[in-house]
């Protein structure tokens, strides 16, 4: 009849109906009349994010575990011809009829959709339903900043799922997590391909994560947070574009070389490690699969050595390694005095008391308890501490730093501190080319739920489990990190 426009619908039954429709549709509805905008600006509608995808024509907003988890190859490569042709897009050169520059044209244009795309979220939808976004993926992004994803992670707290595979952001991108607690219900990270993350990230996730070995009533997360929304209408940072990549290029250059004449898939460089340095790296994994110790340390290293699954001090190997010239070494003294408060925590090395926090990962035996969300240490100076004491979950079950070659056993200590990582089944540690043995038995400590199968590191290492563990995932890979991918 007359009197059934859909207008005179309820709100909540407008909304229900809302939900059978994709992000286009949405987009459209909101344009209808001001109380359709606001209806379309409930949270429930957009738990999962694509923009990557949706600036496509590819309108997926169900959950990231019903996606195929590997794009298909085709869909890749078109990405990373649209990167290369961003990259080398010149606004002002003369009009190119050629097959060649339109095909770029239609490259720029999926770019610049992308672009406004996330712009668009950023400031007109996120400020209104961040909070009830559970997944964000922005793999393969041509377009996305370090900028951008900070405030996407400040906007959007309760984030499960987030994905940056293959994007060009920096450690900034994490500054918003310097806060404890700040994404304490990620479950999935996957830094695949990021080649300028380098152990800040790390750092600063094991602070966004939690940490369940300080009691809840001391941490007032909640609170703090509640009183900073309160305090500023917008809780979006907006700072300055900086990188705090301490490594850069030049130390890339002074490690790898590039392939020539190859460009590995899409834009990005292959870099192949130096054979003069491969001999080192191979030295050094030979003298540790030696002990890494020699006669007369070997008699003050025993206890550690035992407890900490058969390697040496980490500190006096670092030392050590052969590999390292003297601007390397000086690389690890302004790594070690940025990431400051993180120490080895071996007794024989550090007396600090943060040292003795530390210490835990390495040196108590740790075991699941059966029920993996509960996690229980034997340390017995620290006595038995649960994950329901403290609140704090540390919910991550899905890491991948694959070709993340900066990482190392540093960045891998921050992830065990805090209560190590309880419920990771997955870790894919391939191409990081200086972590070794230590930093990956410390970290596996206190991974009681790994999955071995989804445990990736470089082959050269001989790290725990190495009879089970899966190798390195980025041997025929051609475009990420890999100490063997001139083989
Ligand atoms: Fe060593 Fe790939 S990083 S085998």
Redesign the pocket.
Known sequence: GAHTHVSVLPGEVLVRLFRYLGPDDLCRCSQVCSTWAELVKTGSLWRHLYPVRWARGDYYCGPPSELDQDPDEEWVQNLQEEGRAYQEWDEDADIDESEEAHEDALAMNAVQQEKRLLNGLIQNLLPAVGSSVRTVSLAYSVTVSSKMVRQILSLCPNLKHLDLTQTDITDSAFESWEELGACSSLEHLDLSGCENITDHTLKRLSLAIGDMTIPTCSKNIPDRRAKLLKASPSPVKLLDEHSTCSMGRTRQAFIFKRRPGGRGMGCSPVWVLDPAELADIEDAADWSRRGGVSAQDEEKGSILELQAGGGPCCCRRRKRRSYITDTASSYWQQLYGALGEVQCGHSTCCSSDTAVRTVKGAQCGSQPTGDSAEFRTTCPSEGDYRTDQTGASRALRFLSLSGC?QVTDLGLRCLSQGGGLPLLEHLNL????FITEIGLQELVSVCPTLNYEHFY?????NGPHADMAS?????QCGFR?????GD
Request: contains cysteine.
């Open positions: 070659y391939s191409g990081c080319l590191y470089c082959d050269n290492i190798g390195c995932q980025n041997l990190a890999c100490c063997r991918s």
